[in-house]
């Protein structure tokens, strides 16, 4: 152990004030209206996080500050900045002149709420976890020179590794584990931790179990996923789910900072979070209050979307396109509503029939969860400077259910969109407009229903269309011109406005459906002045190299028909010419 270099004892319990306002609230100051948690743990109070009520389970600590600090309880939870005083008299009080490491751990320990603190010897070491995982996010927020110099401190060395073995700091700095045979490792420092903290259902998850809140999901399927909200910490969630008073558990924990996944549950059995909806669903909770959107952070999202998508993989038949991405999702609630239904497998608390609780509320980003939960699928790639294209029943059918398309075009700006058809179930399937390379660029406009959008002109060289559609009532779809404006001839640009999707398409652009295909893609070459000629095909790779070609024969409404089943998954080009070499389409698609 090394004593701390600090500029002074008042500033060393500022700086760890101002952390612990940070990990515990985001520097929000919570009143008895914040929305209490749907896991049934007590409700914080004031800037720093404190409990006046801790349900049997947690210390309350609010009247532990106030008898330190000298300061009432109604002026603590009346004002955040008397709160974060009373939090650095109280840590004060605690800590010696020059304080070590130690000091300060167990001074932070002895305010803080968990059950098990430094102090206390338990034979189940795992209690321990969330008091460590509070104070080593503590130490490294107290210790980033960036966030302390911008509060006017002097950073403060990382006391959580002068306190705790290295296993145990690995084990709460790390973001992302893997799995190996001697045990589980952090992939940021590759230190070995303990084979008993190994999750055997997610490889970047920790092993925590709570040793009680659980039961048989009695036969029932796994179908759906559940995303809640803590309202509180993440350490204080690990916490209470230890406990068996609270008689609540979720199946995973997330952490906001970044992403740090713990398993309280295994998948196979059923978790207690959302009531009568348990014996099918899976649980995570988010650590953050849903009335703060500073808690869902990036890291969160992408942690908690990589944790979806491996339990898409692990055979249970859940579908990623039935995630609730909707516009209206993040302020709907079921039983108000009675949306979005059992269609959409992957969604809210607030979306499950029979509950009372809203989370994870207005601010968490449903459509940004969705596409990263979705995130891979490839874009049928254009690079004409005009062309149309067609969902995936083409020019004659409706389109599919669970549908995700996304459409690239490339060329020179601006563009001028037309849309010539226009017919989705409303409110429930989109097409979204990007202003860039893919569908994480700046939204330009989303279209629901059947009343055709206005023509858009957009100054971008590389736009992205997407279309998402639910699980029920297909429509017509939709047929998109688009034409680039710019004069690259000298000359004014080309007038489309008298030319028609079909005969635009039989110029430049061979509309190719269903795209995304598995067996066979059809297509059409259908216009009013072309007769009746042979015509052949050649399919050609991304390398370049032709892999199919032969003669077509037309089936009825002029429509063609050929087999994929052959190809491996991924993007080909399709070049299609009459035997005269008098009209020649081109087209791509790509193959799952």
Known sequence: MFPMTV???????????????????????????????????????????????????????????????????SDIVSDEEIALNAYALALDSLLPSTPSSTDIAFALSALSEFPVRLTDSVENKALYLPVVSFLSEVARKSSDSAWTVQLGFDPLLNFAHEVFTEEWITIHSMPRIMLSEVGVYNMDLHDPIASSLRSSDYSQALWNPTSCNYSSRSGSDISAITIHTVQGSYSGCIAWFQNCNSSVSAHYVIRSSDGQVTQMVRESDKAWHVGSENPYTIGYEHEGYVSNPAWYTEAMYRSSANLTRDILASGYGINGHRTAYYPWTATTNYNQAGVPGSCNRIKGHQHFPNQTHTDPGEFWDWDFYYKLINEGTLPQVYTQDNGVLYDSGGPFGDYDDDERLLYQIQGNAPFQLSFEEFDLEEDWDYLFLYEGPDEFSPLIGQYSGNTLPDTLVIDADTLMIEFRSDCATQGGGYAIQWQSLRDTTDVNPVDTSDITAIELNRLQQLAIYPNPVNTHIRFALTASNLQRKDYNYTMVNQLGQIVKGDALEETDQGEFSIATDDLPRGFYYLHVTDAFQENTWTGSFIKN
């Open 7 to 73: 500029t002074g004892q008042r500033s060393t319990s500022l700086v760890l004030s101002h952390a612990v306002a940070w990990h515990n609230t985001r520097f929000e100051h919570l009143t008895s209206s914040t929305t209490s948690s749907c896991t049934g743990m007590p409700q914080a109070k004031t800037l720093m996080g404190l409990y006046d009520h801790g349900h049997g389970v947690f210390r309350e600590n609010l009247y532990l500050v106030s008898d330190l600090s000298g300061i009432t309880v």
